[in-house]
């Protein structure tokens, strides 16, 4: 089943618990040097679906996945990890969780959709093709 919106509603998306509050943290923590990414941030992990603690969705897209993603637009796909900013190398495909697509990509299930703004204006929409569970590397794909 795939969970695709139209327009600019956004799907709903799922986190876990410790996922929640260290986002939830570093948002407030980045307020100051990145006001835009933080305030999207905070409205991703405020509309979020939290999990019991200890629990998570294996095809949920979380904090240290490998995502493997589409662009609605070009057809092109990409895979990418999403890490914290310390962690980050776009060269080794890491993005940072304070990036406008890493923002996105949070708490998407496999066949969801969104729409993103880039941080120069352009909006996007990305479709998650599959994700592998950064604990035991198994890939989820739709």
Do not use: C
């Not at 876990?16 to 939830?24: F, S």
């Not at 304070?98 to 880039?118: C, E, F, K, R």
């Amino acid at each position: 089943m795939t969970n695709r919106t139209s327009g600019g509603a956004k799907p709903r998306i799922t986190l876990t618990a410790i996922d929640h509050e260290k986002l939830t943290q570093l948002a407030i923590a980045a307020t100051n040097t990145f006001p835009d990414v933080a305030a999207e941030l905070a409205d991703e992990v405020a509309r979020a679906r939290v999990l019991a603690k200890g629990r998570q969705l294996a095809d949920a897209v979380r904090m240290g996945s490998e995502v493997l993603f589409q662009d609605e637009v070009t057809g092109k796909t990409t895979t990418v990890t999403l890490v914290y900013p310390p962690e980050a190398d776009i060269a080794q495909g890491k993005i940072s969780i304070l990036t406008p697509i890493g923002t996105a990509l949070i708490g998407l299930s496999v066949g969801q959709s969104i729409n993103w703004t880039t941080r120069s204006g352009d909006v996007k929409r990305l479709t998650v093709q599959a994700v592998r569970d950064p604990a035991d590397g198994s890939p989820q794909s739709a």
